[in-house]
T-cell receptor, first 110, second 115 residues
């Protein structure tokens, strides 16, 4: 099935460092979204970028979208221990449903 | 506070039993979704509903059933036909027409274990 694929799968960084993760997809999209999941909890919507946008910011989050390469990146600046979570990208192909990737596990070491 | 409530948080099922997972939202969202999450496999769509009294199969609907009799409620039944039901189940909802997309709001999940 069509869905986003995140890279890298797991990331371990020191507090204060930046964390970058990438997502690739297969066909044209309406928008791409990033979610965070803390262990054993539901997902929380972080940011949405539309297909006609190239970059978007929200607090310490920066998302880019390159439709020619069918890829997106999520940057978390000045990471904190509370950022430890799994991060998922999700693609909206315009069929009223989102396709989720397998997720990136990010560990921020205090 | 507005949100999505899933219950129970933990559920144990015996072989051959049907069980129903509850999902209720007070966000006035039109669309609701059920996902299954297994370790290392991300989220897979089971069923979704865009409007009351209508729903569609997702990618892994076999062994599951749903109903959407009220806008606020979208219960999922895991039937005995589902051979490997042990997983974390997530319910979500969304609003907005296609030209003003919004993100999904998720519940806190139900962990189902077959005993």
């Amino acid at each position: 099935s069509q869905q986003g694929e995140e890279d890298p799968q797991a990331l371990s960084i020191q507090e204060g460092e930046n964390a970058t993760m990438n997502c690739s997809y297969k066909t044209s999209i309406n928008n791409l979204q990033w979610y965070r999941q803390n262990s054993g909890r539901g997902l929380v919507h972080l940011i949405l970028i539309r297909s006609n946008e190239r970059e978007k910011h929200s607090g310490r989050l920066r998302v880019t979208l390159d439709t020619s390469k069918k890829s997106s990146s999520l940057l978390i600046t000045a990471s904190r221990a509370a950022d430890t979570a799994s991060y998922f990208c999700a693609t909206d192909y315009g069929n009223n449903r989102l396709a989720f990737g397998k997720g990136n596990q990010v560990v921020v070491i205090p | 506070d507005g949100g999505i409530t899933q219950s129970p948080k933990y559920l144990f099922r015996k072989e051959g039993q049907n069980v129903t997972l509850s999902c209720e939202q007070n966000l006035n969202h039109d669309a609701m979704y059920w996902y299954r999450q297994d370790p290392g496999q991300g989220l897979r769509l089971i069923y979704y509903s865009q409007i009351v009294n209508d729903f569609q199969k997702g990618d892994i609907a076999e062994g599951y059933s749903v109903s959407r009799e009220k806008k606020e409620s979208f219960p999922l039944t895991v039937t005995s036909a589902q051979k490997n039901p042990t997983a974390f189940y997530l319910c979500a909802s969304s609003m907005g027409p296609r030209d003003r997309p919004y993100g999904y709001t998720f519940g806190s999940g139900t962990r189902l274990t077959v005993v």
